[in-house]
């Protein structure tokens, strides 16, 4: 598991925060950012604050060691790199006890430094923009916020597109059971999606397009096509039965039951491209990977 549970002998009189830095070998952000969350706590238990100085005992620190499977990048520079995702993949635990993602790839490459510019579902393949360093995750960050980015994707959806459409439907939180879907909603924020189709299979009434997002809303390329009566062939969540998508979260679907009712064993979604300017040069790239490639456990 990346997250390991360390206990510690204190040295008696000294601050928290100066421990984990002199002891611990924790770099200062990374200590306070561990205080601040909660993940140190004495041996009774009880969570530590920045400030506190230590008496006796020992202390618990929530450590995160990274692991890798052999997962490298798809191109890098002294400020940042980029992964090309599998299918099936997260790229951050949601949990303590989540197991391999790709951040283990990230702190296994470039350390506590390294981080997360943006994200894309587990199930959604392709290209993911990692900083290396403090200052360029601040300028990126930025640039996404700004939307200084250009993203395209690939997806493979059901029915014939014949035509470019703008899809700029307001998109906010489901209302019903499923409380992880996104639904279009005039009380939504608002979204743009760009879908050009590229080609379209006759025999299995399929449509390859490329999905372009104008804004990064959760689940959007999936929701607006949806929207559309297009669902993404594979997808578990959306345009299916609440029981389904119930039990599929749950993990009581099979993966021979999930491709008989979705299409296909993964969400036919792929990051392909990705184009921006960073420190006034441009960058553009392609993802090497096609839908047939997953995560393999």
Same mark, same amino acid.
């Given at each position: 598991?990346?997250?390991?549970?360390?206990?510690?002998?204190?040295?008696?009189?000294?601050?928290?925060?100066?421990?984990?830095?002199?002891?611990?070998? $924790?770099?200062?952000?990374?200590?306070?950012? $561990?205080?601040?969350?909660?993940?140190?706590?004495?041996? #009774?238990?009880?969570?530590?604050?920045?400030?506190?100085?230590?008496?006796?005992?020992?202390?618990?620190?929530?450590?995160?060691?990274?692991?890798? #499977?052999?997962?490298?990048?798809?191109?890098?520079?002294?400020?940042?790199?980029?992964?090309?995702?599998?299918?099936?993949?997260?790229?951050?635990?949601?949990?303590? *006890?989540?197991?391999?993602?790709?951040?283990?790839?990230?702190?296994?490459?470039?350390?506590?430094?390294? *981080?997360?510019?943006?994200?894309?579902?587990?199930?959604?393949?392709?290209?993911?923009?990692? *900083?290396?360093?403090?200052?360029?995750?601040?300028?990126?960050?930025?640039?996404?916020?700004?939307?200084?980015?250009?993203?395209?994707?690939?997806?493979?959806?059901?029915?014939?597109?014949?035509?470019?459409?703008?899809?700029?439907?307001?998109?906010?939180?489901?209302?019903?059971?499923?409380?992880?879907?996104?639904?279009?909603?005039?009380?939504?924020?608002?979204?743009?999606?760009?879908?050009?189709?590229?080609?379209?299979?006759?025999?299995?009434?399929?449509?390859?397009?490329?999905?372009?997002?104008?804004?990064?809303?959760?689940?959007?390329?999936?929701?607006? $096509?949806?929207? +559309?009566?297009?669902?993404?062939?594979?997808?578990? +969540?959306?345009?299916?039965?609440?029981?389904?998508?119930?039990?599929?979260?749950?993990?009581?679907?099979?993966?021979?039951?999930?491709?008989?009712?979705?299409?296909?064993?993964?969400?036919?979604?792929?990051?392909?491209?990705?184009?921006?300017?960073?420190?006034?040069?441009?960058?553009?790239?392609?993802?090497?990977?096609?839908?047939?490639?997953?995560?393999?456990?």
């Amino acid at each position: 598991m990346p997250y390991i549970l360390k206990k510690f002998d204190v040295i008696k009189g000294e601050k928290v925060e100066n421990f984990l830095v002199d002891v611990v070998k $924790l770099s200062i952000p990374l200590a306070y950012k $561990l205080l601040q969350k909660g993940r140190v706590i004495d041996d #009774k238990k009880r969570r530590l604050q920045k400030g506190q100085v230590l008496k006796s005992g020992h202390i618990e620190v929530s450590i995160f060691e990274a692991i890798t #499977k052999g997962l490298t990048p798809l191109f890098q520079t002294e400020h940042f790199a980029l992964f090309d995702k599998q299918s099936g993949l997260m790229v951050h635990p949601v949990a303590r *006890s989540s197991q391999y993602t790709l951040l283990d790839e990230i702190r296994y490459h470039f350390g506590d430094e390294g *981080s997360l510019v943006h994200r894309i579902d587990a199930e959604t393949s392709g290209l993911i923009l990692v *900083s290396k360093n403090g200052y360029s995750q601040y300028v990126l960050n930025e640039m996404f916020e700004k939307k200084e980015f250009v993203k395209k994707y690939k997806a493979l959806v059901e029915g014939k597109i014949e035509k470019e459409v703008l899809i700029d439907t307001k998109i906010g939180h489901s209302n019903g059971l499923i409380k992880l879907k996104m639904q279009t909603s005039e009380d939504g924020k608002e979204s743009s999606t760009l879908i050009r189709p590229i080609s379209y299979d006759k025999d299995k009434n399929q449509t390859l397009v490329e999905a372009i997002p104008y804004t990064g809303r959760q689940h959007q390329i999936r929701v607006h $096509l949806e929207s +559309i009566s297009h669902r993404i062939v594979g997808d578990p +969540i959306y345009g299916l039965e609440e029981s389904f998508v119930n039990d599929f979260l749950r993990n009581k679907i099979g993966e021979a039951e999930r491709e008989k009712v979705t299409g296909a064993s993964r969400l036919m979604l792929h990051a392909y491209y990705l184009e921006f300017t960073f420190l006034n040069r441009t960058y553009k790239f392609c993802s090497k990977q096609d839908f047939g490639d997953t995560a393999q456990s």
